[in-house]
């Protein structure tokens, strides 16, 4: 039998992992070691060479893109063809199983799968019907504690009770939850593994079944699963001794544990299954060996691994470049003239990537690439003021600004939640059109009881809408006088979008605060700016901004993205941006071992999605979460051996020209917005960048960066 086909140009330990008796196996695949040819051509040898049926085989993936370009390149290596092997997503596999045993899982068979966004409109009938709290309980927070409790394979049932009144409420939701989705046949994602797991370990025929059916379970991006997944492998996998399962994954790509993925199932392997053998792929054929070396040199100072060390054949002496601007926008403008340089020299925007630990470091980048007229687009995700968050506050801001933005009002008048449902809203805004005018004005007609607006809402609704323009005239009059960063805030806090965004832990909550302080950073800087410092004309530059749209998936254009977004992307020049203590690693993770080794993990995927360059970027004093930040340089910098490091800053040592150095003296009177009267103390300029020590009246001795600082001279 030739079999040249499936073992030629694949390198030593690919080989030995596609040829090898069919056992327990974990696979270490290291970044860009080639662990999706590895599985298909397994699975080709298994059927050609060991004459396995492709009916016993099961492929398990991520992703539905990862599952069909497996099922192709099956389809082309093996000359019978692949037909008969079971290939999906985690999800796509119960969904099937479900069908096929509908009345077993007692399900009827025309049930329905619903997605986030039905669920969450679900559960807000749930909420409603139980007569809860919508500020406290919200669709996302109960979402996370449901999936939580799935994950864990809790049914409502099997969720032991607390003394806490927020998790007791939390159960009684999951309780009618399930109630509510057995009577009207609805299935979440979360349920779609759990109720597979009951039927398959439950019902000793269907277990049986299919683990008698699936001879080899093959899974990939192993270190993603978490506990039930882990558990519903088992249960294919059943107590044959002859069914073997084959799991592909990186402990040090495991970046997901905020949402459940175990890196334990990868370091427990050879308890979690019997007879267990490690394998490793270690050659990248992705990268350079110095950007190899520099990401080894990181991820070594993790505990929670096993050991690998990734090499290339791409000898290439670039070094990983570093540059620490005085500011973030200075590092934003260094990021502008890097591209800016590339281009000129002949090379593709596409080639380029930046990638920010969280997605309020995109907000000054964007804006200097607009600026410099430089295209790019956000890869997995929204532009800064495309985002739901900040397009909420600036609704309120238009509507303060002008009472006849009906747009604006629309978006607003019921958020956060006031008890205006989207019934009463539209005849409101019928009621505008049909009489010509604008909404604000039809809703203090009614409210005011004209004659000419006929309308039945009752009292109780009509009382809202008068709650709803008291609260307008309100922050209207609160702001007047104050500058534009504290009238951001104020607006920011008085419409209960502060509140909206507190209450809930959750990731994407978390991401929105981030961001909305961001925009009151935004703020503050045009405050500080002659040409923007009116909410009006900052709202105006704020639409321009908007108007230009980010490039098309087919034009040149740079790629902005998280580091969590890069995974599975490679470029050939990739940025890594904000790379100081407190932002990356985050401040809540310098003090616990397992989140800063997660951080760890995540620095190691950035620096190898590299190909040929890595640059590696920081400041000294940044604008951030509403406060100046002197972070230092991060410890994954500093993990990097010297030698491997080509320090940019001796040849781009800027100086930070601040017209405000030359009036503030020591004995200068001044004024700042939050910390009130002061007197200058000291004064500093490095050669790049300019600070001032001010004594407080009331708040004592400070530093500010005159770049930030909102300061009046007296």
Known sequence: MDISHLVDGLNEQQREIVCAEPSNCLVLAGAGSGKTRVLVHRIAWLIEVLEVSPHSVLAITFTNKAAGEMKARIADLVK???????????????????????????????????????????????????????????????IGFINKNKEQGLRAATVKGSHDYMHNQLLKIYERYEILAAQENLVDFGELLLRTHELLSRNEAIGKHYSS?????????????????????????????????????????????????????????????????????????????????????????????????????????????????????????????????????????????????????????????IHHGIPYRVYGGLRFYDRAEIKNVIAYMRLIVNRSNTEAMLRIINLPTRGLGSTTISKINDLAQKHNISLWDTAKAITQGAPAIITDLNKSKIAVV????????????????????????????????????????????????DNLQEFVNAANIAFNSDESSDMEIFLDNIALESGSTQAQEYEDSVQLMTIHASKGLEFLKVFMTGMEEGLFPLEKSAYDDKLLQEERRLCYVGMTRACRHLCITCCEA?????????????????????????????????????????????????????????????????????????????EGSKWLVTEYAQLQIL
């Open 466 to 513: 008068q709650k709803f323009l008291d609260l307008i005239d309100k922050i209207d009059d609160s702001i007047r006088g104050m500058g534009l960063q504290e009238q951001t805030s104020t607006i920011i806090k008085l419409s209960g979008l502060e509140q909206l965004y507190n209450k809930n832990k959750d990731a994407d909550y978390e991401s929105a605060r």
């Open 80 to 142: 019978k063809g692949g037909g008969g092997i079971w290939c999906g997503t985690f999800h796509a596999i119960c969904l099937r199983i479900l069908k096929q045993h509908h009345t077993e899982a007692n399900l009827t068979p025309n049930f329905t799968i619903i997605d986030t966004g039905d669920q969450k409109r679900f559960i807000k009938r749930v909420i409603e019907q139980l007569n809860l709290d919508k500020k406290k309980f919200t669709p996302d927070g109960v």
């Open 622 to 698: 940044r604008l951030l979460y509403g406060r100046e930040n002197y972070n230092p340089i991060s410890r994954f910098i500093e993990e990097v051996p010297k030698e491997l490091i080509r320090n940019l800053n001796d040849k781009k040592r800027t100086t930070l020209l601040n017209n405000s150095m030359i009036k503030l003296k020591v004995g200068t009177r001044v004024n700042h917005p939050t910390f009130g009267y002061g007197e200058v103390t000291n004064t500093e300029d490095n050669g790049h960048i300019s600070r001032v020590q001010i004594d407080f009246e009331h």
């Open 213 to 369: 059916k699936f001879k080899h379970i093959l899974v990939d991006e192993f270190q993603d699963t978490n506990g039930l997944q882990c558990a519903l492998i088992h249960s294919l996998q059943g107590k044959d001794n002859n069914n073997y399962v084959m799991a592909v994954g990186d402990e040090d790509q495991s970046i997901y544990g905020w949402r459940g993925a175990d890196i334990g199932n990868v370091l427990n392997f050879d308890k979690l299954f019997n007879d267990t053998k490690t394998f490793r792929l270690e050659k990248n054929y992705r990268s350079t060996e110095n950007i190899l070396k520099a990401a080894n040199a990181v991820i070594s100072n993790n505990s929670d691994r096993f050991g690998k060390e990734l090499w290339s054949d791409i000898k290439d002496n670039a070094l990983i470049e570093f540059y620490r601007a005085p500011t973030d926008r200075q590092e934003a403008s260094f990021l502008t003239d890097a591209l800016a340089d590339h281009y000129k020299q002949g090379g593709k925007l596409n080639d380029c990537a930046i990638f920010y630990r969280t997605n309020a470091q995109s907000r000054i980048i964007e804006e200097t690439l």
